[in-house]
T-cell receptor
Framework: NAGVTQTPKFQVLKTGQSMTLQCAQDMNHNSMYWYRQDPGMGLRLIYYSASEGTTDKGEVPNGYNVSRLNKREFSLRLESAAPSQTSVYFC???????????????FGEGSWLTVV | EDQVTQSPEALRLQEGESSSLNCSYTVSGLRGLFWYRQDPGKGPEFLFTLYSAGEEKEKERLKATLTKKESFLHITAPKPEDSATYLCAVQAYYTDKLIFGTGTRLQVFP
């Protein structure tokens, strides 16, 4: 019963380095999301994917790219990391089944990223 | 613009002292309002979804209610294990996205 799995859990990067955060869900969900959480800012949406093969920008997409590799996996890439991208990143997924069911969004445990 | 505001930012309660957390929202057609609990170092854990004004849901010591402008999370006789940050989020009809508030950090002391 894994749910949403993120890797790595912790990462330290130097400014300008690149890295990819991996996310996989085993619930056969259609929609997947990447959020970042900063003190006093709440959870902010970076990118989301409503279905396999589609991606859309959220509130704070600059500096990030995403890939919906298949229905299970949704990765987030930092091409050239900046100190402003130091944050906790959460992947999430949801099964859309209509008005009154299947709308719950489930989160992973988070990835702590520090850019120095 | 869709927006969620939670209050208070922080709340300290004595064990057994009931209280309420507020989530005020503006959204162009509410599809759903969600409550989550988040423990330090963990991802948000789903609590409730509310869909229409007047709806109420309960789980142990927690009860969530919804009006056309706000939602309340009532905590009855809280225990120290209820200490966490409680997050509120809304989804509009026209989007797949959830908009989150900044949360209320609840501390319950024995």
């Amino acid at each position: 019963n894994a749910g949403v799995t993120q890797t790595p859990k912790f990462q330290v990067l130097k400014t300008g380095q690149s890295m990819t955060l991996q996310c996989a869900q085993d619930m056969n969900h259609n929609s997947m999301y990447w959020y970042r959480q900063d003190p006093g800012m709440g959870l902010r949406l970076i990118y989301y994917s409503a279905s396999e093969g589609t991606t859309d920008k959220g509130e704070v997409p600059n500096g990030y790219n995403v890939s919906r590799l298949n229905k299970r996996e949704f990765s987030l890439r930092l091409e050239s990391a900046a100190p402003s991208q130091t944050s906790v990143y959460f992947c999430a997924s949801r099964l859309e089944q209509g008005r009154y069911s299947g709308n719950t969004i489930y989160f992973g445990e988070g990835s702590w990223l520090t850019v120095v | 613009e869709d927006q969620v505001t939670q209050s208070p930012e922080a709340l300290r309660l004595q064990e057994g002292e009931s209280s309420s957390l507020n989530c005020s929202y503006t959204v162009s057609g509410l599809r759903g309002l969600f409550w989550y609990r988040q423990d330090p170092g963990k991802g948000p854990e789903f609590l409730f979804t509310l869909y229409s004004a007047g709806e109420e849901k309960e789980k142990e010591r927690l009860k969530a209610t919804l009006t056309k402008k706000e939602s309340f999370l009532h905590i009855t006789a809280p225990k120290p294990e209820d200490s966490a940050t409680y997050l509120c989020a809304v989804q509009a009809y026209y989007t797949d996205k959830l908009i989150f508030g900044t949360g209320t950090r609840l501390q319950v002391f024995p």
